[in-house]
């Protein structure tokens, strides 16, 4: 059994943050607002959704620039995408403190929330928080870098779907169509597409671990950003990293139900 997922908008001081929403809210329980990996947006999230709305109030929000959001001025850090996300649980009405759910940037963005506003952050979920050295840095900077998508002929764009199919494990574990629907979201920012990257390789994580204290599931799954997830743990305050070895990219869809139960389950444990 599965819940509509529904979207709209809501103001914020810079403009409007698209939103896809579903379940209903309970006093009893806290809502979980997600955060994707960027580029994207929340149609990453939309199959989860339909699966743990069955629970809980679950809003999947569009990173500003991203999705159908209205961009920040240029260039956001991730705290200032952490503001963003305070303005939508407080534009929203939401009980606080709310769960957070992140995916890579997305959890770069939970953790830097639960820094900024201890207040509004009662558990965190992050799909992979990596750590990197400065070479690796590099690289990453060099993979994800500025140049424009659109071209005329079109080249750096095909260029990228078809690193994106390789990426996606398409034939394996994703279909072709599967693919292109999130291929399509990762093109929503249009030139901005560097953004969301630029604010994570930029994030000093180490600093920001040390001081959080919410409870945190990190989950790994086998994707680009699996050796890097395990080194932050040492430095988290209150988390337990999950080893979703079996899931790749594009799990959300793949393995939502599933998903879905370990988030639930970690969110409705006891309190230590």
Same mark, same amino acid.
């Given at each position: ?7 709209? @908008? ?133 993979? @994800? ?57 930029? @994030? ?30 040492? @430095? ?37």
């Amino acid at each position: 059994m599965t819940v509509a997922v529904r979207r709209g @908008y809501v103001d914020v001081p810079h403009g409007q943050v698209h939103l896809r929403v579903a379940g209903s809210a309970d006093a009893a329980t806290p809502p979980l607002l997600c955060l994707h990996m960027s580029p994207a947006s929340g149609l990453v999230y939309e199959q989860f959704m339909a699966h743990i709305g069955e629970s809980r109030q679950v809003i999947a929000m569009d990173t500003p620039g991203f999705g159908a959001s209205d961009p920040l001025p240029a260039h956001p850090e991730i705290a200032d995408y952490a503001r963003v996300v305070a303005q939508v649980i407080e534009a929203l009405g939401l009980s606080a403190p709310v769960d957070v759910m992140g995916y890579h940037t997305g959890s770069f963005t939970a953790l830097e929330l639960s820094r900024l506003r201890p207040d509004l952050v009662r558990r965190v979920v992050a799909v992979s928080l990596p750590l990197f050295t400065e070479e690796e840095l590099v690289d990453f900077r060099a993979l @994800y870098d500025t140049a424009p998508i659109f071209t005329p002929d079109g080249t750096r764009l095909l260029e990228r779907w078809r690193w994106f199919v390789d990426f996606f494990r398409v034939g394996t574990v994703n279909t072709v169509e599967h693919a292109a629907r999130i291929f399509h979201a990762r093109l929503s920012g249009g030139e901005r597409h560097w953004w969301g990257h630029r604010a994570a390789f930029a @994030y000093d994580v180490v600093a920001a671990a040390g001081q959080v204290d919410v409870p945190m599931l990190v989950i790994n799954p086998d994707d680009d950003l699996r050796q890097h997830t395990p080194r932050i743990m040492p @430095y988290l305050r209150n988390a337990t990293l999950f080893d979703a070895s079996d899931w790749t990219h594009g799990f959300l869809d793949t393995h939502s139900s599933e998903a879905a139960r370990l988030v639930a389950g970690f969110l409705d444990a006891p309190a230590p």
